[in-house]
């Protein structure tokens, strides 16, 4: 796994959650695309292919491991951010009140609880 990824991975995420933090306060909605909303998609964005890129990272290391890990679950802590957050996003485009934002801060702030957790299963911790 690339060392330096899930730091990386959980500022960008915290930084999603006070952005979306940041258009509750402000009583914003994600739709229509403003130039407020249009940069949090981005920093959503930029989450979801650093969690594509840690996830083929994952499964490229999994094969060559020289230590016992339960593979599942490290699966599915790999995984998971990869569906949340793209499922907050359509949820959160759904909806037309400021609470669309209040979605994406719970998507944002599942990312790196689930980081933390790979991290323990990946280090035998699990």
């Not at 999603?16 to 959503?44: F, H, R, S």
Request: one cysteine or more; charged letters at 10%.
């Amino acid at each position: 796994m690339i060392d330096v990824l899930p730091t990386v991975l959980t500022v960008l995420a915290l930084a999603g959650a006070a952005y979306a933090g940041l258009l509750i306060a402000l009583n914003k909605a994600l739709l229509p695309l403003t130039p407020l909303t249009k940069g949090l998609v981005g920093t959503l964005a930029v989450l979801e292919v650093g969690l594509f890129v840690q996830a083929v990272a994952g499964l490229a290391a999994l094969p060559g491991l020289d230590r016992e890990i339960q593979t599942w679950s490290f699966l599915g802590y790999l995984l998971g951010p990869l569906v949340i957050l793209p499922v907050g996003v359509a949820w959160a485009g759904g909806e037309r009140t400021r609470w669309s934002a209040g979605v994406l801060v719970v998507a944002c702030l599942s990312v790196p609880v689930m980081i933390l957790r790979l991290g323990q299963v990946w280090a035998g911790h699990a």
